[in-house]
C-alpha cells in the first residue's frame, strides 16, 4: 500500500467518512463491489403496511398454481428462489391438468385474515388461509424489506 493510500483511508476515517471500495479484479474488490450493488436490506418503519400485499401475494400464488395468472405477474415481488420454486409447482400443475384433461378454470375461494408476526427487524412471517368449496389450503409467506419494499423470500402453500 502506497503512502497516498494509507494517508487517504486516515483522512477519510478521521472524517468519519468510509473509505472507497478497493477496486481491481481481487477477490476484497468483488466482495466489496457485491455488498454495495446487491439487496440492502430496509427497516420495518420504513416499509409501507404488508397487510395488502400478503393478501395479494396469496390470492395470485394460488391463482398462479391453478393456470389461471401469469408467474410473470409477480416476479418483481418475490426473490429469484421463490420465483423458480414457483415455476417448478405451476408446471407440474399445468402438467396434471393436462394429464387429466382438465380445463384451466379461475378457483373460487375466499382469503382469511393474514396472522402476522415479525421475528426481527425488516422481516415480516405471515400464514393465510384460504377457503374454497372443496379444500382449505394455508399459505405462509416470508417477507423481507429489501431495497424499501417488501419481496416474498419464501412462499409455501399447504
Not at 503512502?3 to 479484479?25: I, L, Y
Not at 409477480?74 to 423458480?84: G, H
Given at each position: 500500500?502506497?503512502?497516498?493510500?494509507?494517508?487517504?483511508?486516515?483522512?477519510?476515517?478521521?472524517?468519519?467518512?468510509?473509505?472507497?471500495?478497493?477496486?481491481?479484479?481481487?477477490?476484497?474488490?468483488?466482495?466489496?463491489?457485491?455488498?454495495?450493488?446487491?439487496?440492502?436490506p430496509t427497516s420495518t418503519a420504513d416499509l409501507p403496511d404488508p397487510r395488502p400485499l400478503i393478501e395479494n401475494l396469496t390470492r395470485c400464488v394460488i391463482e398462479i398454481l391453478?393456470?389461471?395468472?401469469?408467474?410473470?405477474?409477480?416476479?418483481?415481488?418475490?426473490?429469484?428462489?421463490?420465483?423458480?420454486?414457483l415455476l417448478t409447482r405451476a408446471s407440474i400443475s399445468a402438467r396434471a391438468r393436462a394429464a387429466r384433461g382438465a380445463p384451466t378454470v379461475r378457483p373460487t375461494f375466499a382469503v382469511g385474515e393474514p396472522r402476522i408476526t415479525g421475528p426481527r427487524d425488516g422481516v415480516i412471517e405471515a400464514v393465510v388461509i384460504v377457503t374454497s368449496r372443496a379444500r382449505a389450503r394455508a399459505v405462509a409467506i416470508r417477507l423481507e424489506g429489501l431495497d424499501r419494499r417488501w419481496r416474498a423470500s419464501a412462499i409455501s402453500v399447504l
Open positions: 500500500m502506497s503512502a497516498v493510500q494509507k494517508f487517504a483511508m486516515t483522512a477519510t476515517a478521521d472524517a468519519g467518512v468510509a473509505p472507497a471500495a478497493p477496486r481491481g479484479r481481487g477477490a476484497k474488490a468483488r466482495i466489496a463491489h457485491e455488498e454495495f450493488f446487491d439487496y440492502q391453478a393456470g389461471a395468472r401469469d408467474l410473470e405477474q409477480i416476479a418483481r415481488w418475490v426473490t429469484d428462489d421463490v420465483y423458480r420454486t
